[in-house]
């Protein structure tokens, strides 16, 4: 394990409240956002095996792609000063260069953590994943080891496996499970490992994993997660598709990536307010309205065994909030 100070398993927490009763669910928020102190939720998951596989290839440094807004900007940044890498985050629009003090606190907080960072125009910054681009970056810094934006890669997927153990374990009967979705690997990784494990029990109970895109036009991210899910099949007849299904809400968006309406706050206060568990605007706060909603739509049957898993990005907050 290369980053220490590791909660595990992460609580399970129950939920109680007289519309899951009325509706006759049982909820729980699985707390992944308390698995580390600096590296949050399913960062954690995403980074652990690519620094893993940076350590074998004597990599002393991690560059990586996002927003000023990045929670995976932060992590990384903490994740790298954490294990003893320099980082570099190649950053999408170049009007902040030159401009600390106009910084987000996300790149504040990465600052602070030792990240450099090269900030790029956004024409440029969307070729960022092409092999030209790619290739390019890897001459100029040969020592380095390049995640792409979100942490996104096959070594991210493979690191939820811990995750969904812990799932089976603390519920075996487990019906849905509500996850935010930015650029699919932590869904791929959800599905993988259930439909994975699902094979060798005498599982009875359909699981669906239910993805909430937070950004609009989320349609395609669903051919994006096959494949995926296709670079990391080991062999397809160890997988229960039967029992295992999966699927993108993709009308929760609330206006678009980073964007929250005022509905979508109050809804965001109150539940922090009943439950005493704070959530991010971007991400987990739209997954769990997504939830609501469908349960006041009679989309989740009686009897139905929920969790709400959060992914962290309390960072997130401090832009907001703050
Ligand atoms: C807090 C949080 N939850 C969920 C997600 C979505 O993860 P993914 O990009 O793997 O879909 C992100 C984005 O990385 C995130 O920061």
Redesign the pocket.
């Known amino acids: 394990m290369i980053l220490e100070n590791v909660t595990k398993p992460t609580p399970l927490t129950p939920l109680q409240s007289r519309l899951f009763n009325e509706y006759q669910v049982n909820v729980w928020i699985k707390r992944d956002d308390l698995n580390h102190p600096t590296v949050q939720?399913?960062?954690w998951h995403?980074l652990q095996n690519n620094l893993i596989q940076a350590k074998q290839l004597n990599k002393d440094t991690l560059i990586t792609f996002g927003g000023a807004y990045s929670?995976?900007i932060a992590a990384t940044a903490a994740a790298a000063k954490a294990a003893g890498f320099k980082s570099i985050g190649i950053i999408r629009g170049d009007e902040l260069a030159g401009l600390p003090e106009k910084w987000s606190n996300t790149l504040k907080g990465a600052s602070t953590n030792g990240m450099q960072f090269i900030f790029i125009d956004r024409q440029t910054y969307r070729k960022k994943d092409t092999s030209d681009y790619l290739n390019n970056l890897q001459q100029q810094h040969p020592n380095a080891f390049i995640i792409p934006e979100?942490?996104?890669n096959q070594h991210?997927i493979l690191g939820f496996e811990n995750l969904v153990d812990d799932l089976y374990q603390q519920c075996p009967d487990w019906t849905h499970v509500f996850?935010?979705?930015?650029?699919?690997?932590?869904?791929a990784g959800l599905i993988h490992f259930s439909q994975n494990k699902t094979k060798n029990r005498n599982q009875k109970t359909q699981k669906n994993i239910i993805g909430v895109p937070?950004l609009k036009q989320g349609e395609h991210l669903k051919s994006q997660i096959n494949d995926l899910l296709d670079q990391v099949k080991i062999d397809s007849n160890s997988y229960n598709s039967n029992t295992v299904s999966w699927q993108l809400l993709t009308q929760y968006h609330d206006g678009g990536y980073a964007k929250q309406s005022p509905q979508g706050l109050n809804f965001q206060k109150k539940f922090e307010e009943q439950f005493g568990i704070l959530l991010?605007p971007?991400?987990?706060s739209k997954m769990v309205y997504a939830f609501y909603d469908q349960l006041k739509s009679q989309k989740i049957v009686k009897g139905s065994n929920v969790i709400l898993l959060h992914?962290?990005?309390l960072q997130?907050r401090k832009q907001t909030y703050n």
Do not use: F
């Open positions: 939720g399913n960062k995403k929670n995976h979100g942490g996104t991210a996850s935010a979705v930015g650029t699919g690997g932590t869904l937070v991010d971007i991400y987990t992914t962290g990005g997130g």
